[in-house]
């Protein structure tokens, strides 16, 4: 089980010098990815979010990828003097056609039109295997460290399930006294409405027992025990279990009410209550699991 939150850095050596990957992953219902890239690789955007989705589930994750480029490569950043010395020749000709003074054309406006005609020279494609595998590291990095949170997500979740599990086994002990209880008040409230000498009717207390019976909660222990069974069989898995995790939650938050509401208990009630706190303490951490 890993957690959502995390972060993973890699560095790797290329030809064209070297890059660095920042991978920084928060808490998020769905999957989004937010990349960062420098100019020479941002065509590879779409590869880099595809790479992130293969291993990563949900969360919202940035993204930072740096190039420190070496000796060769910064040469080949610089502008070629050739090209700068043509474009100013052809705009202080065209600034002076239109009236313009001639100090108008200076390095900075010279830079920044060359920068559509000097292009760097092109990284080749192959040298991205590196770039690809920079990535691979970072990843690397930031699953080792959402699976430890996750480990000791997976313990506190586990420790709060056996608590919860133990309240519902009180509950269910409790319960059939509770009814037996209930089925006993309600004979002795009917005795006290009817006038002296009068018997219950064989309808009415068979009323009095369906009535009884629709409180019976064996159904809600049994399903409430199997999602118990089934999210401890959950946190031992290393895949992608928050969605199924959230579900689980719901419905045992249903199956405890129906529990509460089925009882007139003082104790259950209690209990119930206790399980209901406790439940929303696990709901909270899962929001945190990929």
């Known amino acids: 089980m ?50 992130i989705g293969e291993v990563v589930a949900r969360g919202s994750l940035t993204v930072r990828i740096h190039l420190l480029p070496n000796t060769s490569t910064i040469e080949n950043l610089l502008p070629d003097v050739e090209i700068l010395q043509s474009l100013k020749k052809g705009w202080e000709a065209l600034a002076l056609s239109l009236g313009y003074e001639k100090g108008v054309v200076n390095l900075p406006f010279l830079l920044e039109r060359s920068a559509a005609i000097a292009q760097t020279k092109e990284i080749k494609e192959g040298d991205f295997d590196s770039f690809g595998q920079c990535i691979k590291q970072a990843l690397l990095a930031l699953q080792s460290m959402k699976e430890l949170e996750g480990a000791s997500l997976a313990k506190d979740i586990s420790t709060r399930l056996k608590e919860i599990a133990q309240k519902v086994d009180a509950i269910e002990k409790g319960a059939p006294d509770a009814v037996h209880k209930l089925r006993q008040k309600l004979k002795e409230r009917m005795d006290e409405i009817l006038a002296p000498g009068v018997e219950l009717d064989d309808r009415l207390l068979r009323e009095i027992a369906l009535y009884a019976e629709r409180l019976d909660i064996s159904e809600e222990v049994t399903r409430f025990r199997s999602h118990i069974s089934q999210y401890l069989d959950l946190l031992k898995s290393k895949d992608s279990n928050g969605r199924k995790m959230d579900f689980l939650i719901q419905e045992m938050g249903r199956e405890i009410n129906t529990m509460g509401s089925k009882s007139m208990d003082a104790n259950i009630s209690h209990l119930v209550v206790e399980v209901k706190s406790e439940l929303e303490k696990v709901r909270e951490q899962i929001q945190n699991i990929e």
């Open 2 to 51: 890993k957690s959502m939150t995390g972060f993973g850095r890699a560095e790797v050596e290329a030809p064209f010098g070297k890059i660095v990957t920042e991978i920084q992953s928060v808490n998020r219902k769905y999957f989004e990815v937010n990349v960062h890239l420098p100019r020479d690789f941002s065509r590879f955007e779409n590869s880099v979010r595809k790479q």
